[in-house]
């Protein structure tokens, strides 16, 4: 825990993340006895009580500024912009196994690979999952503007069975903004072959909206997040 009551995310944490990942993924995917899953129950609760009594985890909000001038120098900053969020985040133990990428024109790509835990129908990933990914990727390529923003509109269309296990490529793009307004595309193609396609509408807003907890933000009748 840093100085600031903030959790910090470390090697650690994403290690503990991948393994608990690892537990999920081979727990849905394979058949054992159930002499097996008592055991495994019973080391998933022992390890759950050493978290009893730890602090509550502060969502860390990105130093904007930071992460763009580390972005223009090359560095990695994954680790800076909400490495434990849901969907793509690498110390999320829930989230989807992704790894990003920027070109030199902004345009954001990452492979993905959706494991058991996440097959619907035989093995096709589950809609709701894709469209999640999605609003990830589409983010990724938001975050060229260099704002934080919401996601007033998502749009998915499915072309293809999205299959389970194998390195799906998505690629996302956008234009310039018209005011707090931002169009952003996507599409998700495996060995070149379009899976799926969508497109968001985002609402930009500033660092301190974006850092406001939601329950201390005023119920409006308008878009406004």
């Known amino acids: 825990m840093s100085d600031d009551g903030l959790a910090k995310i470390t090697p650690a944490r994403v290690d503990a ?52 001038a580390l972005r223009d120098a090359g560095e990695d900053t994954t680790f800076l912009t909400m490495g434990d969020r849901p969907v793509a985040g690498p110390a999320n133990p829930t989230a989807v196994r992704v790894e990003p990428r920027w070109d030199d024109d902004g345009v954001a790509y990452a492979d993905v690979w959706f494991g058991p835990a996440f097959e619907a129908a035989p093995g096709r990933v589950h809609g709701g999952m894709v469209a999640a990914v999605f609003d990830d990727i589409l983010g990724m390529a938001m975050a060229r503007v260099r704002a934080p923003g919401f996601t007033g509109r998502l749009t998915v269309h499915y072309r293809a069975p999205v299959p389970m ?40 807003v500033d660092p301190d909206h974006f850092a406001t ?13």
């Open 213 to 225: 907890h939601a329950d201390e933000l005023p119920i409006r009748d308008d878009a406004s997040r």
């Open 17 to 68: 993340a991948q393994a608990v990942y690892d537990l999920v993924h081979a727990l849905v995917g394979t058949v054992t006895d159930d002499e097996t899953l008592q055991e495994i129950a019973a080391m998933a609760r022992e390890a759950s009580n050493r978290l009893d009594g730890a602090p509550e985890r502060v969502r860390k909000v990105p130093d904007f500024d930071t992460v763009k």
């Open 165 to 204: 296990n194998q390195r799906i490529e998505f690629k996302a793009w956008g234009g310039e903004p018209d005011g707090r307004k931002l169009v952003v595309q996507s599409e998700a193609r495996l060995d070149g072959r379009l899976l799926a396609e969508a497109d968001a509408l985002f609402i930009l």
